[in-house]
């Protein structure tokens, strides 16, 4: 079945330490993208990438990085310059982009971080 | 730049039938959509619409009027699994999300 893994489904992060989210997609998409959810809050988008070795800033980058080595793969690093980390994070990536068709977005199940 | 207006909370009874509204400002527009997320999921596609007028796909609908930068998701015979949060979405590279919109339905 096609679709979008994210690992681990809960990570718990230590003062000062850095962690990496895990994304994989057999979707065969070109763009990926990172979001960070807040309790009872929308979708802010972190990094995207729509080709390999290449990704853009979203709207809360600080204190995240990313990388794009292979079409499949686009892992979220959490550092210790993110103060507040604790959030859900949700992964996607997106095809169908062609100009008037249907375009959607297809989600990972997430990731839930704590802060111990 | 890009925003989207939607309302943040409603409320609505099991099998009535509800519309939640949806403005929006864009520089070029390719399309509006509408994704479903049950507390602690993620989120999933509903509808899109790249024309005036409306899609329908089982209970759920969705219209779109470019000329007034306006659509809405409409759900009918509400059910109480309907109670989630719904995002419209403009589709840019990337894609812009609305805050979403709360959904309870109640007995």
């Known amino acids: 079945d096609g679709g979008i893994t994210q690992s681990p489904k809960y990570l718990f992060r230590k003062e000062g330490q850095n962690v990496t989210l895990s994304c994989e997609q057999n979707l065969n998409h070109d763009a990926m993208y990172w979001y960070r959810q807040d309790p009872g809050q929308g979708l802010r988008l972190i990094y995207y990438s729509q080709i390999v070795n290449d990704f853009q800033k979203g709207d809360i980058a600080e204190g995240y990085s990313v990388s794009r080595e292979k079409k499949e793969s686009f892992p979220l690093t959490v550092t210790s310059a993110q103060k507040n980390p604790t959030a859900f994070y949700l992964c996607a990536s997106t095809g169908g982009g062609l100009a008037g068709g249907i375009y959607i977005q297809y989600f990972g199940a997430g990731t839930r971080l704590s802060v111990l | 730049g890009q925003s989207l207006e939607q309302p943040s909370e409603v409320t609505a009874v099991e099998g009535a039938i509800v519309q939640i509204n949806c403005t929006y400002q864009?520089?070029?527009?390719?399309?509006l959509s509408w994704y479903q997320q049950h507390d602690g999921g993620a989120p999933t596609f509903l509808s899109y619409?790249?024309?005036?007028g409306l899609e329908e796909t089982g209970r759920f609908s969705s219209f779109l009027s470019r000329s007034d930068s306006y659509g809405y998701l409409l759900l009918q015979e509400l059910q109480m699994k309907d109670s989630a949060s719904y995002f419209c979405a403009v589709r840019r590279t990337p894609l812009v999300f609305g805050k979403g919109t709360r959904l309870s339905v109640i007995a």
């Open positions: 619409n790249a024309l005036d």
């Open positions: 864009t520089s070029g527009f390719y399309g």
